[in-house]
């Protein structure tokens, strides 16, 4: 995981929610989707950085495009992570390269 700055999570039922978010989150502000995980029940986990108002403005329009294909089940920001949080991140969610 690359860390630094605003993290972004929004959570979907579906990969076509999740793909929904992605797209609609790039687009929306300058922000770099660093991962995903995906859950044998269908819960798909999208997850971006940037700076703090970026990441803000990239999930509320993740969440909105998610929530009009799918099923969203919720969204999150974090302004600063933690060290120790990003050891949890790294652990837990698949890198995009």
Do not use: C, F, W
């Not at 999740?18 to 609609?24: G, K, Q, R, T």
């Not at 995903?36 to 108002?53: C, E, M, P, T, W």
């Amino acid at each position: 995981m690359a860390g630094g700055g605003a993290l972004g999570m929004i959570e979907t039922r579906g990969l076509v929610g999740a793909i929904e978010a992605a797209d609609a989150m790039v687009k929306a502000a300058n922000v770099t989707v660093e991962g995903y995980r995906a859950l044998r029940n269908g819960q798909v986990s999208v997850l971006v950085r940037g700076d703090v108002g970026a990441v803000k403005a990239a999930v509320d329009a993740g969440a909105a495009a998610a929530a009009r294909v799918g099923e969203l089940y919720t969204s999150h920001v974090i302004p600063r992570p933690h060290g120790e949080t990003e050891g949890v991140i790294g652990a837990a969610v698949v890198p995009l390269d």
